[in-house]
């Protein structure tokens, strides 16, 4: 398994600002996955990072409004632009290190008003 | 395209007695990967078990077990001795295993799980 941890763990944010998440894993990983989870809500994935390459974007889902950096193997960052209420979410990395499991960090609760 | 459907939105079981949390899914692959996860309160998705598909043998973890039906597309969890720690969303997972490193999931739309003291 792996340690992965996320700041921040919850924020409450102005409409039209936009919100960095961090997703740092205590190891090397190649595969890293950022899911939105709206309020009762299954997950959803946005998309993949890998690193030396962008970011591969699911079906809804745009660069502009959510950019991902992935500098190195074990740390990776998710900005929400531009917010809107419907944004309200948690918003969760996760990981795929061995035997094509994916392990998770603890989420970011965001709240846009 | 592969969906997983989880028909009960909502379980509730006695403490120590054992439930039952259905999946069923749909592909027309012959080699995945089964998941089940815990999402307590605090929101942190844990894997509970796993499944390769290609093994006829059900996965066991201590008091969570599984019952794979390939041909049925079905993949239950059974959970004995429940304890009031089990309380939480439930979420049944698919992974093709035919793009290798992809790892990409389909999640089903989970089940609330109420254990009553």
């Known amino acids: 398994s792996a340690v992965i941890s996320q700041k921040p763990s919850r924020d409450i944010c102005q409409r039209g600002t936009s919100l960095t998440i961090q997703c740092q894993v205590d190891s090397q990983v190649t595969m890293m996955f950022w899911y939105r989870q709206q309020p009762g809500q299954s997950l959803t994935l946005i998309a993949t990072a890998n690193q030396g390459s962008e970011a591969t974007y699911e079906s809804g889902f745009v660069i502009d409004k959510f950019p991902i950096s992935r500098p190195n193997l074990t740390f990776s960052t998710l900005t929400v632009s531009n917010m809107s209420p419907e944004d309200s979410s948690i918003y969760l990395c996760?990981?795929?290190?061995?035997?094509?499991?994916?392990?998770f960090g603890p989420g970011t609760r965001l709240t846009v008003l | 395209a592969q969906t997983v459907t989880q028909s009960q939105p909502e379980m509730s079981v006695q403490e120590a007695e054992t439930v039952t949390l259905s999946c069923t899914y749909d592909?027309?692959?012959?080699?995945?990967?089964l998941f089940w996860y815990k999402q307590p309160p605090s929101r942190q998705m844990i894997l509970v078990i796993r499944q390769e598909a290609y093994k006829q043998q059900n996965a066991t973890e201590n008091r969570f077990s599984v019952n794979f039906q390939k041909a049925a597309k079905s993949f239950s969890l059974k959970i004995s001795d429940s304890q009031l720690g089990d309380a939480a969303m439930y979420f049944c997972?698919?992974?093709?295993?035919?793009?290798?490193?992809?790892?990409?999931?389909?999640f089903g739309t989970g089940t609330r799980l109420k254990v009553l003291a």
């Open positions: 592909t027309s692959e012959s080699d995945y990967y």
């Open positions: 996760s990981v795929g290190v061995v035997a094509d499991t994916q392990y």
């Open positions: 997972a698919y992974r093709s295993a035919r793009k290798a490193g992809t790892y990409k999931y389909i």
